[in-house]
């Protein structure tokens, strides 16, 4: 008795499965061939990030933990001449955040420095380089002006 009423409810589960949406159905059921949501619809486009205009400086992403700006600027100088080279470090560990910028004397060597270490490693991570986006300009969170006394937290 009990295993027929096992069987009904696999049954009942598998009728309720079969009506679900195929949606549903394909992202519970393991036999599923087309795996839509891990592969991009070619019919459905993102958005392209907007790309920064040319300059000097370069914003630099992927870098290792152990990078220190001595190492991120000997891997750009062999383009052309670097002006500054900067990894954005973590206050409390001192370690890189993962990026940092580099800024080169002329925009002829900046375009040599994204063409040859956009996508090659430095200290074992794949890198990426581009040309840094200008900050925004900053705006309160809660809609209140400024303090004329500085920021106190």
Same mark, same amino acid.
Request: hydrophobic share 40%; proline share 7%; glycine share 8%.
């Given at each position: 008795?009990?295993?027929?009423?096992?069987?009904?409810? &696999?049954?009942?589960?598998a009728?309720?499965?079969?009506?679900?949406?195929?949606?549903l159905?394909?992202?519970?059921?393991?036999?599923?061939?087309?795996? $839509?949501?891990?592969?991009?619809?070619? !019919?459905?486009?993102?958005?392209?990030?907007?790309?920064?205009?040319?300059s000097? !400086?370069?914003?630099?992403?992927g870098?290792?933990?152990?990078?220190?700006?001595?190492?991120?600027?000997?891997?750009?100088?062999?383009?052309?001449?670097?002006?500054?080279?900067?990894?954005?470090?973590?206050?409390?560990s001192?370690?890189?955040?993962?990026?940092?910028?580099?800024?080169?004397?002329?925009?002829?060597? $900046?375009?040599?420095? &994204?063409?040859?270490?956009?996508?090659?490693?430095l200290?074992?991570?794949? &890198?990426?380089?581009?040309?840094?986006?200008?900050?925004?300009?900053?705006?309160?969170? !809660?809609n209140?002006?400024?303090?004329?006394?500085? !920021?106190?937290?």
């Amino acid at each position: 008795m009990a295993m027929a009423m096992r069987l009904s409810a &696999i049954a009942r589960a598998a009728t309720e499965m079969a009506a679900a949406p195929v949606g549903l159905r394909r992202l519970f059921c393991s036999n599923a061939t087309n795996f $839509s949501f891990l592969s991009p619809q070619a !019919n459905s486009e993102t958005p392209a990030r907007p790309q920064a205009d040319p300059s000097t !400086n370069l914003f630099v992403s992927g870098l290792s933990k152990r990078t220190t700006s001595e190492g991120l600027r000997t891997a750009f100088a062999q383009f052309g001449e670097v002006a500054d080279a900067k990894v954005v470090t973590d206050r409390v560990s001192g370690y890189s955040k993962g990026f940092g910028f580099v800024r080169y004397a002329t925009l002829e060597d $900046s375009a040599k420095g &994204i063409a040859g270490m956009d996508g090659k490693f430095l200290d074992g991570w794949v &890198i990426f380089a581009e040309y840094a986006r200008p900050r925004e300009p900053y705006r309160p969170q !809660n809609n209140m002006p400024p303090s004329p006394y500085g !920021n106190r937290y």
